[in-house]
């Protein structure tokens, strides 16, 4: 079902997401964090692929998005790109890779598309960090801006509640967003903030918005692809649909061949050489 409204099968680029967002179709987006997950994801008609940094959860067990390094992304990433056809691949460039100067936060970036041929980034904030977002997108390299919850300064919140409840945090939020529009990132994510400031940000601005826990008033959605699978049971949010129960799935698949093993039932004489 590649290419869900029209049945085009074309590459998806950040040019026909914001023509997407004119015509009112909305952006689908998911992570994936390897190659059979992204072969499938991609397979599905998804619009855009996020090699997000939660593969430091997800993937790897950590608490927080911090430890995941830069070659670690960067091999979560080639896998990824391997697998897809169709989908906008978009990569997070991990904790620490930009925010220390704009020479590093270029360097960095040019490494991650020299070496896993995807096709945008994305960076977590605004204002403090405009000036390495212009210019890597004055490299020639598509960003896509993140702000609302950015779990890379979860150590500065503290913890993971919805983000610019406040006026003041969400004055500085419409800012920020107006900042990278005009920086020329080319769409936004928008993390767990209420929906009703997530839809004026989208209203007021030109490029596509993808919200995760902001409301249906934004021009697409992201979720983590294992949590809308089910494949973990602690995890319910409440902006979660969960569209399987993998978790149920694959246990239950597991057991059986457990036991299947335990009572020599596999392998039968069809299942060898
Ligand atoms: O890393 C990630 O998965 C993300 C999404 C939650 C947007 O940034």
């Not at 072969?39 to 950590?62: H, P, R, T």
Request: charged content about 25%; some cysteine.
């Amino acid at each position: 079902m590649a290419g869900y409204i029209s049945g085009d099968t074309r590459k998806v680029t950040t040019h026909r997401l914001i023509e997407m967002k004119q015509r009112g179709e909305k952006i689908s987006m998911l992570t994936s964090y390897d190659y059979t997950t992204a072969q499938i994801v991609d397979g599905a008609g998804i619009d855009v692929i996020l090699v997000g940094d939660s593969a430091s959860n997800v993937m790897a067990g950590n608490v927080t998005t911090l430890p995941i390094t830069l070659d670690q992304m960067i091999y979560h990433g080639k896998s990824v790109v391997r697998g897809v056809k169709r989908a906008l691949v978009v990569i997070d460039m991990p904790f620490g890779t930009y925010q220390t100067s704009d020479f590093e936060a270029v360097t960095n970036a040019i490494n991650i598309m020299k070496i896993t041929h995807c096709d945008a980034l994305k960076l977590e904030g605004g204002e403090e960090i405009i000036d390495a977002v212009k210019k890597i997108i004055a490299a020639g390299i598509p960003i896509m801006g993140h702000l609302g919850l950015m779990p890379q300064s979860i150590n500065k919140y503290g913890t993971y509640t919805v983000r610019a409840k406040d006026d003041e945090e969400a004055e500085k939020l419409i800012r920020d967003a107006h900042l990278l529009e005009e920086a020329g990132c080319f769409g936004l994510v928008l993390e767990k903030i209420p929906a009703e400031l997530a839809k004026r940000v989208a209203d007021e601005l030109t490029i596509p918005v993808i919200g995760i826990g902001a409301g249906g008033g934004v021009d697409g959605q992201v979720l983590v692809v294992s949590d809308m699978l089910g494949m973990s049971n602690g995890f319910s949010p409440r902006f979660l649909r969960r569209y399987a129960n993998l978790h149920t799935i694959m246990t239950d698949a597991i057991q059986q061949y457990v036991k299947d093993v335990k009572d020599s039932d596999f392998p039968n004489v069809n299942e060898q050489y």
